[in-house]
C-alpha cells in the first residue's frame, strides 16, 4: 500500500472512533484509493462471516504466545500493536469473524501505522518507591522539624488524623490493582501531603518527589484532603460556629474573656465579636463570566472579600466568602445573611466592633472618623474600641502565616479557592483550640503536682500579678511574685494595690480609692456587675450606645495613654 493509503486508512480509523460507520466513511471520501475501498470492502463483506474453528481464531493473531515470539511484531511495538489489534476487534466486533490472509494484510497495516504515528503510544507506568509514614514521623522528630513542615505538634497531628481517617483512606483492593502490587497511600501520607500543600505552598510536583508519589496521585490526594477538612462536622475544635444567641451564660463568658484584655474598665462590657474583610488574593479567574469583577482597585489585584468575626483567643466564630474582590465590606457584610441574623437576634446589651467601612448601628460599634477624631474624648473611645477591634487584624495575619498558601495569589477554579480559604481557617481554629486544651492540661498538671508537693510554682495560664490573660497568651515572667523587691506586687511603695501594674486600683496615691489620681469624686455613680455585662439604658432614647459610652468614659476619667 502507499503512503497515501497508510494515511487514509489511519484517518479512517481516527473516524472509527468518532462514530462513523464503514459505509459513511466510504462514500465521505472524495476519491479514495482502491486499495483502502478494497480493504474496507473485504472487513465490511468479513464482519457477516463466522470463525468455525479454533485455528482461525490462531491465525487471526490473537494468542500471546505467537505474539511475544514473533519478532517483526516486537519491532513493530510489541504489545502497543495488539492494544491496538484488540482495539479494532472489539470496535468491529471481528472476533467472530473469518479473515483471508489479504484481510490480515490490510489490518497489519492499519495499525502498524497507527502505532507509527503516535496514537496509541504509552509508556509503561513508574514503580515509585512510597515513603513509609514511620521513618518519615522519625526523621521529622530526630530533626525537631515535625512542627515547621506539618504546622502542629505530633499529638495535635494523631487527633487530626483520627477524626478525619474515614475521609481520607485509599481503597486498597483498587490501589494495588493500579500500582501492580505498590502498597497504598497510607492516610498518615495523605493527611501530610494536605497540611504540607495548605501549610508550606508546596507545589504538587515536588510533594510528589517527596513522598513518592505521582503527580496524579497527589492531586487526588489533596482534593481528599480538603474535602475531609471541608465537610467535616464531627471534630468540634474544626468547627467555625456563633454562639447561641438564646444562650446568655454563653454570651456572657463570651464578653467577660473580651473585657480581660481590654483596659476600659469594663466600660466596653457587652462586646462579644470583632468583624472585618480581608482580601484573599487569587489570579484573574478563568471560570469567571465577569473576571473584571473580582479586581479589587484598592489593593490592585484580583481576589475574593471574605468577611470574618473571631473571639478574644482569634478563634473565627464565623467566616464567610462572600463576594468578588470589587465589592467593598460594607455590600459584602449585607451578604452575610447568618451573621446579620445573628446579630438580629442578640441581646440589646451585646454589640460587636468594626471599622469605619461598615455602618453603626446599635449592634455594631464603630469608631469615630473625619473631624469628630480631634476632640479627645472621641480619640479616647477610639483607642479603647481599637483594644478590642485589633484582634480580628491579629487573627488575619495569624492566618496567613500560618498557612502559606494564602500569601500568594491562588490560581485554582474559583471553587478550589473558596475551599481553601475555608479549609485554612478551620484548621486555624484547630490549632488555637487545641493549644488551649494544651494549656489548660499544663495548668491541670501544675495544680495537683502542687498538690502533691512535687512543684511549688505553678501559675495560672490566665493570671500573672493580678493581670488577666487569655489562655495561650501567657507572659514568660513566673518567678515575679509579691514583696520581691522588683516593684510589681503588693506593699512595694508604688501605691499599686490591684496587682495589675497600670495605677487603676483602690489605693493609687491620691486617697480617693477611684484608681484616677484624681480628687476623688468623678461624678460615676453607674454601678456595673462583674458577672452580667451593663445593659444599654433605656433612659437615653436620643443617645447612641457609642455616646452613651463616651459620657461612662468621661465618668471614669479615662484618658487614651
Known amino acids: 500500500m502507499t503512503r497515501a493509503a497508510d494515511q487514509e486508512l489511519v484517518d479512517s480509523w481516527n473516524a472509527i472512533r468518532r462514530g462513523e460507520t464503514i459505509e459513511e466513511r466510504s462514500w465521505r471520501l472524495n476519491d479514495p484509493p482502491d486499495d483502502v475501498c478494497a480493504a474496507w470492502m473485504r472487513l465490511d463483506i468479513a464482519k457477516t462471516q463466522g470463525i468455525e474453528s479454533e485455528e482461525d481464531e490462531e491465525m487471526v493473531g490473537v494468542e500471546d504466545e505467537e505474539c511475544e515470539s514473533d519478532p517483526d511484531d516486537e519491532a513493530m511495538g510489541g504489545d502497543l500493536y495488539y492494544d491496538a489489534l484488540y482495539d479494532i476487534f472489539d470496535y468491529t466486533n471481528c472476533y467472530e469473524t473469518e479473515f483471508e490472509d489479504e484481510d490480515l494484510i490490510d489490518i497489519h497495516t492499519i495499525v502498524s501505522s497507527i502505532v507509527e504515528s503516535g496514537?496509541?503510544?504509552r509508556k509503561p507506568k513508574f514503580k515509585h518507591k512510597r515513603v513509609l509514614w514511620e521513618d518519615y514521623k522519625d526523621m521529622l522528630v530526630s530533626t525537631n522539624n515535625f512542627h515547621d513542615r506539618l504546622r502542629m505538634p505530633v499529638h495535635h497531628f494523631v487527633y487530626l488524623l483520627s477524626s478525619i481517617k474515614d475521609c481520607i483512606s485509599?481503597?486498597?483492593?483498587?490501589?494495588?490493582?493500579?500500582?501492580?502490587?505498590?502498597?497504598?497511600?497510607?492516610?498518615?501520607?495523605v493527611l501530610c501531603c494536605g497540611l504540607c500543600f495548605v501549610g508550606l505552598d508546596a507545589p504538587q510536583s515536588m510533594i510528589s518527589d517527596c513522598f513518592g508519589i505521582s503527580l496524579p496521585s497527589v492531586r487526588r490526594v489533596i482534593n481528599m484532603f480538603l474535602c475531609a477538612i471541608d465537610y467535616n462536622t464531627t471534630c468540634p475544635e474544626l468547627q467555625i460556629e456563633l454562639p447561641d444567641p438564646a444562650c446568655h451564660n454563653e454570651l456572657n463568658n463570651l464578653a467577660f474573656e473580651w473585657s480581660r484584655i481590654s483596659t476600659a474598665q469594663r466600660v466596653l462590657d457587652g462586646f462579644c465579636g470583632a468583624v472585618d474583610g480581608w482580601l484573599a488574593t487569587t489570579e484573574a479567574p478563568f471560570d469567571a463570566p465577569h473576571p473584571a469583577d473580582y479586581y479589587s482597585g484598592h489593593y490592585q489585584c484580583f481576589g475574593i472579600n471574605v468577611q470574618a468575626m473571631c473571639?478574644?483567643?482569634?478563634?473565627?466564630?464565623?467566616?464567610?466568602?462572600?463576594?468578588p474582590g470589587k465589592v467593598n465590606d460594607s455590600r459584602a457584610f449585607l451578604r452575610c445573611t447568618e451573621l446579620l441574623e445573628w446579630l438580629n437576634s442578640l441581646p440589646d446589651e451585646f454589640f460587636i466592633g468594626a471599622d469605619n467601612a461598615y455602618e453603626l448601628s446599635r449592634r455594631i460599634m464603630?469608631?469615630?472618623?473625619?473631624?469628630?477624631?480631634?476632640?479627645?474624648?472621641?480619640?479616647?473611645?477610639?483607642?479603647y474600641l481599637s483594644q478590642l477591634r485589633v484582634r480580628i487584624e491579629m487573627a488575619f495575619g495569624r492566618l496567613v502565616t500560618k498557612w502559606r498558601i494564602l500569601k500568594r495569589a491562588l490560581n485554582y477554579s474559583t471553587q478550589k479557592n473558596i475551599q481553601i480559604?475555608?479549609?485554612?481557617?478551620?484548621?486555624?481554629?484547630f490549632n488555637i483550640r487545641m493549644q488551649q486544651r494544651d494549656d489548660l492540661d499544663a495548668y491541670n498538671m501544675g495544680v495537683l503536682q502542687a498538690a502533691n508537693g512535687t512543684n511549688k510554682r505553678y501559675i495560672r495560664p490566665y493570671e500573672l500579678r493580678g493581670k488577666k490573660y487569655p489562655l495561650g497568651y501567657l507572659p514568660v515572667t513566673p518567678n515575679n511574685s509579691d514583696n520581691d523587691g522588683d516593684n510589681n506586687g503588693d506593699n512595694n511603695g508604688e501605691n499599686v494595690s490591684d496587682n495589675d501594674g497600670d495605677n487603676v486600683g483602690e489605693n493609687d496615691g491620691d486617697g480617693d480609692g477611684d484608681g484616677d489620681g484624681g480628687d476623688g469624686d468623678d461624678g460615676d455613680d453607674i454601678t456595673i456587675d462583674v458577672a452580667t455585662p451593663t445593659k444599654y439604658p433605656s433612659l437615653l432614647p436620643n443617645a447612641s450606645r457609642r455616646e452613651y459610652i463616651v459620657g461612662r468614659m468621661q465618668g471614669l476619667g479615662l484618658q487614651r495613654p
Open 421 to 429: 480559604i475555608r479549609v485554612c481557617m478551620k484548621l486555624h481554629n
Open 366 to 383: 464603630i469608631p469615630f472618623s473625619g473631624a469628630e477624631r480631634n476632640v479627645v474624648d472621641f480619640r479616647t473611645f477610639n483607642f
Open 311 to 323: 473571639d478574644p483567643h482569634l478563634v473565627f466564630m464565623y467566616a464567610g466568602v462572600t463576594a
Open 119 to 121: 496514537q496509541r503510544r
Open 170 to 189: 485509599v481503597d486498597v483492593r483498587r490501589s494495588l490493582a493500579s500500582t501492580e502490587g505498590v502498597p497504598p497511600i497510607s492516610p498518615e501520607i
